[in-house]
C-alpha cells in the first residue's frame, strides 16, 4: 500500500472487474494523499477506505489521527491498516496500533499489510522468523479489537509466508492488477494502484481502488459491535 514497498509497480492495472458483480468499492490511503475531503470521496460512491495508521513498532502515519477523525462524520466504512515491519517483535507492533487506533475508532476490522519492502525480496527472511512475528501481532490485534484482523498481501508474500503461516484462518485483501484473483478466498481485492478520484490533496497523484467481495449488507455484517 506504500510507494516504498517493494513491488509497487508503474505498470498501470490491467484487471477487469464487474462493478455488477463486486459494486462495493473503497479507497485506502496515507499521509501520502495528504487532505483529504472524505465528503467527497463519498459522494463519488465510496463505500469503505483503510487508513494507513502505524508501521512496524514505532512509526505513527502523519495523517493518522486526521483521516480518523475527519472519515468521522460519512457513511464511509472506514478501519486502520498498519504496515507489517519483519524486523521487530510483533508484540510492539501490536502495542504500536492500539495505541494509536481505538477500538471505537473504526468500523471494520483492523488490516496488517504484509509485503516486501526495501531488500526484503532479494534478502527474504526465513518463514519462521516471519511467523514468530506476525503470530503475536495477530494475536494481539484480536484479542484487542474482538475480530479476526484482515491481512492485505501481495501474491508472493501471500504463497511464501501467509498461506503457509494463518492458512485460511483470516480474511484475505490481495492487490492483484493483472486479473481477478479468483484463485484464492479474498474479501477485498486492490486491483489498481493508480486510480484517480477528486478529494485528496497531497504529494500523491495516485489513489488505490479496491473492491469488497460481496453486498454492501455483507460489508454490514464486518463492522464491528
Known amino acids: 500500500m506504500t510507494a ?3 513491488g509497487v509497480s508503474a505498470v498501470l492495472s490491467t484487471a ?3 462493478r455488477k458483480r463486486y459494486p462495493v468499492f473503497g479507497v485506502d490511503v496515507s499521509n501520502y494523499q ?6 467527497l470521496l463519498e459522494e463519488q460512491g465510496v463505500q469503505f477506505a483503510y487508513i494507513k495508521a502505524t508501521e512496524g513498532s514505532g512509526h505513527v502515519d502523519e495523517s493518522a489521527r ?26 510492539t507492533q501490536a502495542q504500536n496500533f492500539i495505541s494509536t487506533v481505538g477500538r471505537d ?7 496488517v499489510d ?16 516471519t511467523e514468530d512475528v506476525l503470530i503475536p501481532l495477530l494475536d494481539e490485534l484480536e484479542q484487542y479489537y474482538g475480530v479476526k484482523p484482515v491481512i492485505y498481501t501481495t501474491l508472493p508474500v501471500y504463497f511464501r509466508y501467509v498461506k503457509p503461516i494463518c492458512g485460511s484462518d483470516y480474511p484475505l485483501w490481495i492487490r492483484c492488477k493483472q486479473t481477478e484473483p479468483d484463485f484464492v478466498d479474498w474479501t477485498f481485492w486492490q486491483y489498481d494502484d493508480h486510480g484517480e478520484l ?13 473492491v469488497f467481495n460481496g453486498t ?6 464486518l463492522t464491528l459491535k
Open 114 to 129: 504484509i509485503e516486501y519492502y526495501g531488500d526484503k525480496a532479494f534478502d527474504k527472511p526465513s518463514r519462521d522468523e
Open 105 to 111: 475508532e473504526i468500523d471494520l476490522p483492523p488490516v
Open 34 to 39: 495528504g487532505e483529504v475531503d472524505w465528503h
Open 198 to 210: 477528486d478529494g485528496y490533496y497531497g504529494d500523491e497523484r495516485y489513489i488505490d481502488f479496491n
Open 16 to 18: 477487469v472487474v464487474s
Open 216 to 221: 454492501a449488507e455483507e460489508l454490514e455484517e
Open 66 to 91: 486526521r483521516n480518523i477523525e475527519n472519515s468521522a462524520d460519512t457513511g464511509i466504512k472506514r478501519s486502520c491498516y498498519h504496515f507489517f515491519s519483519f524486523d521487530s517483535s510483533g508484540h
Open 4 to 6: 516504498a514497498a517493494v
